[in-house]
């Protein structure tokens, strides 16, 4: 499989998450290594980045830097 999808460098407790941001992808995501166990865990094996890009950093995000990635994986 090849996936995109946001990354964040510190994830937040439910009670911090803001319905819009959750929404867009941005509260409820996932630090990189969470989101890479969670595949390999489903089963995929050769997980490697293809791509990664700095999407959202600051202020906006409550200090979180959010990345999006490119992610293969094999199954």
């Known amino acids: 499989m090849v ?3 946001l990354v964040t460098d510190r994830e937040l407790d439910q009670n911090q998450v803001n319905t ?3 929404c867009s992808c941005i509260d409820g995501a996932l630090t ?3 989101y890479i166990n969670s595949i390999k865990k ?5 997980v490697s980045i293809l791509d990664q890009r700095v999407y959202m950093e600051g202020e ?3 200090g979180r830097k959010i990345t999006s990635l490119v992610i293969k994986a094999i199954k």
């Not at 489903?42 to 050769?46: E, I, L, S, T, V």
């Open 60 to 62: 906006k995000v409550d």
């Open 3 to 5: 996936i995109s999808d």
């Open 32 to 34: 990189q290594e969470h």
């Open 20 to 22: 819009e941001q959750w």
């Open 42 to 46: 489903a089963g995929f094996h050769d």
